[in-house]
């Protein structure tokens, strides 16, 4: 019965968004079907096989590696904070940033990230049939994040129509750093991280088709490649990720400690007009239906539930920290599709930041397409995030 729930989940998400379409019509349905089974392939082949478990640890192994040297940099810096048993939030997480940045940057200046994004992106334009700039757009995303891989190809957005810039903000909405990754893995299994990520990358172009279907003709049909002339010399490039790296650390701990405060003075507030009412539990109700069609029920359906409402609100590292007390607990089943749903900067702030990046690199008139269509980027956001967790968890029970 919970399995039939989590496969019907998956068409009620499909039906919701493409009720919400301006544009029903021109909704390519070939490319949302083609997406969709190469999606069930991929997540039966990373966990339902050998091969695919072993890449999905090899892929940890490596990140893994990295965070034991970014670990290297922070212990010379702070030796007596590393020597503790219990490391810090800061310190475990947040820190490693600096150092993946930085490396992320350096395969990218020597051209090895920008072949694996040509490569993949190429590919799943073919599969899908969709533009390849958009393709290219969701890859990039994996790897750079939704403002880095924004402003990477700036010059070509310039130059696009207003319905299509839609597209790439409602795209954005699902996006997933590299750089983040490492900090994720501290707080929950890799294995379904890994999984969720090219998952979102595919949604995030199934959904973006249904919300926003446009047509784009074969010289449209491009993607920008970066002039050399662009490029900064070696070390100017590493020193400048540094910078970035510190920047965004102090960003997401001033995000998560000042959410984190924000949701304790917000429960304050309720708890004193209604008795034991949080913001927890409004959330818990408003997502349960969601959470239903999840497979869950019971108490992991108003948990689930609760940690949708708060990756929402706030974001997935304070969902994702509320779950970490909490994931041996849980059934596998509800793991799975809890660590999945989290894994992309699906909230109210990444709205701010992907409309604050737009009116850097464009015109305000251009911008203004992100204003006025905010509900179309949390409908993206949510069911990106709904459908892979859903996808994932039909093969976790």
Not at 33 to 59: A, C, P
């Amino acid at each position: 019965m919970y399995f039939l729930l989590n496969a019907l989940g998956v068409l009620v998400v499909i039906v919701l968004v493409y009720l919400c379409s301006p544009n029903k019509r021109n909704v390519k349905w070939k490319s949302v079907l083609t997406l969709l089974v190469f999606e069930f392939l991929i997540t039966w082949f990373m966990l339902s096989t050998k091969i695919g478990s072993w890449v999905i640890n090899q892929i940890a192994s490596f990140f893994t590696w990295l965070i034991a040297c970014a670990n290297e940099g922070i212990s010379f810096v702070f030796p007596s904070v590393m020597a503790n048993e219990q490391v810090d939030f800061f310190f475990s997480a947040l820190m490693p940033i600096i150092f993946i940045i930085t490396f992320f940057d350096i395969l990218s200046y020597f051209g090895i990230l920008t072949w694996i994004i040509d490569k993949v992106g190429w590919l799943i334009s073919k599969i899908s049939g969709l533009p390849k700039l958009e393709s290219f757009f969701s890859i990039q995303m994996m790897f750079l994040g939704n403002t880095e891989a924004l402003a990477v190809i700036r010059q070509q957005l310039s130059v696009l129509k207003e319905n299509r810039l839609l597209t790439f903000g409602i795209m954005s909405m699902s996006s997933i750093s590299g750089s983040i990754i490492g900090a994720y893995l501290t707080l929950v299994p890799a294995t379904y991280v890994f999984v969720a990520i090219p998952l979102n990358c595919m949604n995030a172009l199934l959904i973006a088709n249904m919300l926003n279907p446009i047509e784009v003709s074969k010289q449209e049909d491009i993607v920008y490649v970066p002039a050399k002339s662009e490029r900064k010399d070696f070390f100017s490039t590493i020193s400048n990720s540094m910078l970035v790296g510190v920047k965004m650390v102090i960003v997401i701990m001033a995000m998560v400690i000042g959410y984190v405060a924000l949701t304790a003075g917000v429960n304050g507030i309720l708890g004193f007009v209604f008795d034991g009412l949080t913001i927890q539990k409004i959330f818990s109700i408003i997502f349960s239906p969601f959470a239903v069609l999840l497979g869950l029920t019971g108490a992991d359906a108003m948990y689930v539930a609760q940690l949708m409402g708060i990756k929402l609100a706030t974001n997935e590292f304070v969902a994702m920290l509320d779950l970490k007390d909490r994931i041996h607990e849980l059934a596998p089943h509800t793991v799975a599709v809890a660590v999945t749903f989290l894994t992309s900067f699906a909230n109210f702030s990444t709205v701010g930041m992907v409309y604050g990046t737009f009116s850097s690199i464009l015109s305000e008139e251009k911008s203004n397409i992100i204003g006025k269509n905010v509900w179309k980027l949390l409908v993206s956001g949510i069911s990106v995030s709904l459908l892979s967790a859903m996808i994932v968890g039909l093969f976790v029970w």
